[in-house]
């Protein structure tokens, strides 16, 4: 017989993408109510790359990221984008504005090989993880850099994005060594 192993904790993050900065900080202090402790917040950025939310959250999108201090499991993953999305309609009635989608929220995890994001979309480079939810590596952490995908979002492929992934998985690294 097998010996199998449980999986390693690892990093929760989720990216908000939001419509100015009221619904960026309303959608980080829930996360912080719902989730836990954030330990790691990114800068704000423009979110430029793509018109494909202008007509849900608006114009000039924000963009931050943040992490979660508790490691969780890694099977969470399907179970935590069914509640992002039901904060998602909870932010929208709160904010009440004349958006449909004012705040996107995308978890994702962080383990020291890769970083993987929750989607509710299908794809061929996708894998069903339960819960009517999908699965994709979107980044690999490789020789000590982050390397997309050629079919990572063509924001994940920014600097500005591995610098503040770096920083996440140094601390999951610290984490997991203060666990032993």
């Not at 959608?27 to 719902?34: G, H, M, V």
Request: proline share 6%; charged share 30%.
């Amino acid at each position: 017989m097998w010996k199998l192993n449980d999986p390693k904790p690892v990093k929760l993050i989720i990216g908000i993408l939001a419509s100015n900065y009221q619904c960026l900080h309303t959608a980080a202090e829930l996360l912080s109510d719902k989730f836990g402790k954030v330990d790691l917040s990114s800068e704000v950025w423009p979110f430029d790359q793509t018109d494909y939310y202008k007509e849900q959250t608006g114009p000039r999108i924000l963009r931050q990221f943040v992490s979660i201090k508790r490691l969780i499991e890694p099977g969470l993953l399907a179970k935590i984008k069914l509640r992002t999305n039901k904060l998602e309609q909870k932010l929208s009635k709160k904010l009440a504005l004349p958006l449909t989608r004012p705040v996107n929220l995308d978890p994702g995890i962080i383990e020291p090989s890769k970083l993987v994001l929750a989607t509710t979309k299908n794809y061929s480079h996708r894998i069903y993880i339960g819960k009517k939810m999908y699965a994709e590596v979107t980044l690999i952490f490789d020789k000590g850099c982050w390397r997309p995908q050629s079919y990572t979002y063509p924001d994940y492929k920014q600097q500005c994005y591995f610098d503040y992934f770096d920083k996440v998985r140094a601390r999951l690294l610290e984490q997991l060594k203060s666990k032993r």
